[in-house]
């Protein structure tokens, strides 16, 4: 039976979560009216930029990246009401969700249960023209584009929404630019993003086979680098799992090992200048193929990636990770080492 799209019940399901999850205390983020930001600071860093996991793993993805009062969640992996419980532990609510990014549209990455919602707050999603024919086949899509609500990128970088006009003295205040990295994954591939507030630069790649020059060349520079560390080889080979799957996870097509992950952040970092990435988020652990004292044993082999990690769950969130600006002779560095504007295949 097909579902069809029905206004009352997205009405209904927005007082039940509003109902369940009250609003938040007041003003998480809100500037402290007794100290106004000085303007320099706020041209050089703008609204306050945090990341976090609301959970990652097989089981379902989702990162929300916070620029002052609005967020970009990067995989609906959850469904709503799970993410709404998550989000509301943060300070934010579905409201101050503007906009989807879709890496993929594997069901732990994105749930058809949210295309209400999604409707319901005027959400966008944006996904790569690459992935048409995988969202037309979920059940219901053709209400998100009804609602004029899907975008479909392909070479060009976007903005998820427009920049806020109200400071005249500060273009950058708002502004996200986001770019993208298509990665080998199955034979429907996947979607690394690279977004950038100002100096502020964050990268996100998960469920790749393996990374290209092209991902390191676009990571190079980022402040916070979240990606995968999915499996250790031993535990995969050892494991229950039919041999096709095995192959399909480590034949350059499927996800990276612990291994992989710590190849990958040391190209980015010695494409970057030194300290950054400043924090290394793994993500999609595999709770059959991996633990995190394994992960933590491989990044022990370079101590200077070893202090950046920072372990994501399944069932957990992670604490909000700050988005800093490097020291300013860095950051100059980082403007001539890595321009990031150019469109890319
Ligand atoms: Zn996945």
Wanted: aromatic share 6%; charged share 20%; net charge positive.
């Amino acid at each position: 039976m097909t579902a069809r799209y029905n206004p009352r019940l997205d009405m209904t399901l927005q007082y039940r979560l509003f109902d369940e999850f009250p609003a938040p205390p007041a003003a998480p983020y809100a500037p402290a009216a007794s100290a106004p930001t000085p303007l320099a600071a706020s041209r050089s860093a703008g609204p306050t930029t945090q990341v976090c996991v609301l959970g990652s793993g097989s089981g379902g993805n989702c990162t929300v990246v916070r620029f002052g009062k609005r967020a970009i969640l990067i995989d609906a992996g959850f469904g709503p009401m799970t993410t709404a419980r998550r989000l509301q532990q943060t300070g934010l609510t579905l409201g101050d969700v503007k906009a989807v990014c879709i890496t993929h549209l594997d069901q732990d990455h994105f749930r058809p249960t949210w295309i209400n919602t999604l409707i319901g707050f005027g959400i966008r999603v944006y996904l790569h023209r690459w992935h048409r024919r995988h969202l037309d086949k979920v059940e219901g899509s053709e209400h998100l584009y009804d609602a004029g609500l899907v975008r479909f990128f392909e070479y060009d970088a976007f903005e998820p929404w427009e920049a806020d006009a109200h400071d005249p003295h500060d273009e950058r205040h708002d502004r996200v630019v986001i770019s993208t990295v298509r990665l080998p994954h199955d034979d429907k591939g996947t979607i690394a993003f690279h977004l950038q507030a100002g100096p502020l630069r964050i990268g996100l790649a998960t469920d790749l086979g393996h990374a290209p020059d092209e991902l390191i060349r676009a990571f190079a520079g980022v402040d916070v680098l979240l990606i995968e560390s999915n499996y250790d080889p031993q535990m995969q080979i050892t494991s229950s799992r039919p041999a096709f799957l095995k192959k399909r996870i480590m034949g350059g097509h499927g996800h990276l090992s612990n291994e992989q992950c710590l190849d990958v952040c040391r190209r980015i970092a010695d494409a970057s200048p030194q300290g950054n990435p400043q924090r290394i988020v793994l993500l999609h652990r595999s709770q059959q193929c991996n633990t995190p004292e394994l992960v933590k044993e491989m990044f022990a082999r370079d101590p200077r990636m070893a202090k950046r990690i920072v372990l994501t769950q399944q069932r957990r969130r992670t604490p909000w990770i700050p988005v800093k600006p490097l020291a300013a002779g860095l950051r100059e560095q980082l403007t001539l080492a890595a321009p990031i504007s150019s469109p890319h295949a």
